[in-house]
């Protein structure tokens, strides 16, 4: 890696031959817009979807096609010691064939075997052949040396097609990025783990038109799956009316229930090795659900019945070595409340969070206090919530080990 006497962080951002290389040209703009140098490296292919003009301009460099060009200066070696960070957007199947490989027949994948930086791929192709068997194992393989394969969206592909196999938004792509950069030389440390995450808020319908529920945004929820796919896990997330993009490399399931959070909560845990209650579910659930609207003449009388608990259901049911990571939402008591919850719900950790006075719920921003049983409460002062997913992650990485 280069000497970082210059503060502004190095990108290589390599790009291959497929129909997604258009939204690399936006995860361009978003890196040099936030201070990132950024040298565009296009394969041969690339250069057939979006002209190296276009890729001079957005990045204010000369951009690098080929190994003998500036040979005095050793481009395929140069490029990836200055980096400190690699993205290939899109990653087609044969880019990564060749990653896997360890083939060096371009100056793209002459740069893969340089760099001593973290690389993020972002695969993009057609369903069937993200499945097929070969590519199956050339992203393990790639996993297993340390980098970071981002899983595919669910979407439009090319032609009428849909499917697994879409270049993830730009926008999540640039946040898993940044994430590593922020991580530096440190390795992946969650490589090999299957991580769920739960997030939202779920909603509990009374009529056709109204609902009880709470004020969980799911952004504490997000932070930790982004952060957890940055550490190279597996992440599965559980989102309960959560209004933001799906986690660029996490593979996304949407619910809005309480009861259809704890089924498609308990069917991901079987096979995790980390399951995180981040989501709020509602307590409790009207008795009756009314199919017509109710009328304010009519007044409103409400019998409720409690939801089940999804947290002491995947406490009781977890394996020796699964660890379970449960939140507490509290308004007094915090420690004492939180303590309590550690033990009823057969908890390895709880993330306490003091609510009210625009705390916890929809920031940017928030300070939490970690409890385990084995340990000193440590309190986590104000922060991003990004910030605080990490600090979350490093003691489940503590008690994985």
Sequence with gaps: ???????????????????AAYKACELLRLFTESGHGVTVIPTESALNFVGEAT???????????????????VPHVALGRQADLLVVA???????????????????TNTLLTVSGPVLFAPAMHTEMW???????????????????????VGRL??????????????????????????????????GRHIVVTAGGTREPLDPVRFLGNRS????????????????????VIAANVGLPD????????VTTTAQLHEATMAAAADADVTVMAAAPADFRPADYRDRKIKKSEGLKLDLVTNPDIAADLGASKRP???????????????????????????DLIVLNEVGDGKAFGTDDNAVTLITADSDPVEVALASKDDIADAILDVVVKRLG
């Design 1 to 19: 890696m280069r000497d970082h006497t210059d503060a502004r962080p190095e990108i290589v951002l390599g790009v291959a031959g497929g129909i």
């Design 55 to 73: 890729w001079a301009a957005l990045s204010g460099r000369p951009v690098a096609t080929e190994v003998f060009e500036d040979v005095h200066r």
């Design 90 to 108: 899109p990653a087609t199947a044969d880019l990564l064939a060749r990653a896997a490989a360890g083939r060096a027949d371009d100056l793209l």
């Design 131 to 153: 499945e097929n068997p070969a590519t199956v194992d050339n992203v393990a393989t790639l996993r297993r040396r340390g980098h970071i394969v981002l899983e595919p969206a």
């Design 158 to 191: 090319t032609g009428a097609d849909t499917g697994k196999g879409r270049l993830p938004e730009p926008e999540e792509i640039y946040a898993t990025a940044t994430r590593l950069l922020r991580r530096g030389a440190d390795k992946p440390d969650l490589t």
């Design 217 to 236: 945004s799911g952004k504490q929820g997000y932070a930790l799956a982004r952060a957890a796919v940055a550490r190279g896990a597996r992440v599965t």
């Design 247 to 254: 986690v660029a490399g996490a593979s996304t399931r949407t």
């Design 321 to 347: 070595d699964q660890l379970l990571v449960a939140f507490a939402a509290e308004t007094q008591d915090g420690v004492s409340n939180a303590r309590a919850k550690l033990v009823a719900k057969r908890a």
